[in-house]
């Protein structure tokens, strides 16, 4: 429950290590009974990454040149799997022309925004139908 004179708003700030981790947080304000807005004003922290280092999105994206649907299957799977967030999610993964359908169950209505917004941002990605239910 949110208290005080904010009529419902929220305002977040801090550092994060990524924009998922930004928009994580950004869905599980929503999710508290009377929040009405949230804003983020939370910035992504380049410090926490070395130049060099990179994440295994990342460095699977830059050897796919020629995307197919078995392709974005795979990198769909490979994200979901090791982001800190999705990584218990074991969704059933079709892609058809570049069009991403995911059915299984999420924990919370956070959880299956946030696969969403992460298999939306991979490169060969046009659309996902995101079918999974909430438990």
Not at 23 to 36: F, K, N, P, Q, S
Not at 73 to 88: D, I
């Amino acid at each position: 429950m949110v208290d005080g004179d904010t009529g419902g708003v929220v305002t977040l700030r801090g550092n994060v290590d990524s924009m998922a981790q930004k928009d994580l947080t950004t869905e599980y304000a929503r999710d508290v009974e009377g929040v009405t807005k949230v804003n983020n004003e939370m910035t992504v922290s380049a410090m926490n990454k070395k130049p060099a280092e990179s994440t295994v999105v990342e460095k699977v994206g830059a050897l796919l040149e020629a995307v197919d649907d078995a392709s974005i299957t795979a990198l769909v799977k490979t994200t979901l799997r090791y982001h800190r967030s999705t990584s218990a999610l074991k969704p059933t993964v079709e892609t058809h022309e570049g069009i991403v359908s995911m059915q299984g169950n999420a924990t919370t209505a956070a959880q299956k925004d946030l696969a969403t917004k992460l298999v939306s941002d991979l490169h060969g990605v046009k659309k996902v139908v995101n079918n999974m239910t909430v438990e």
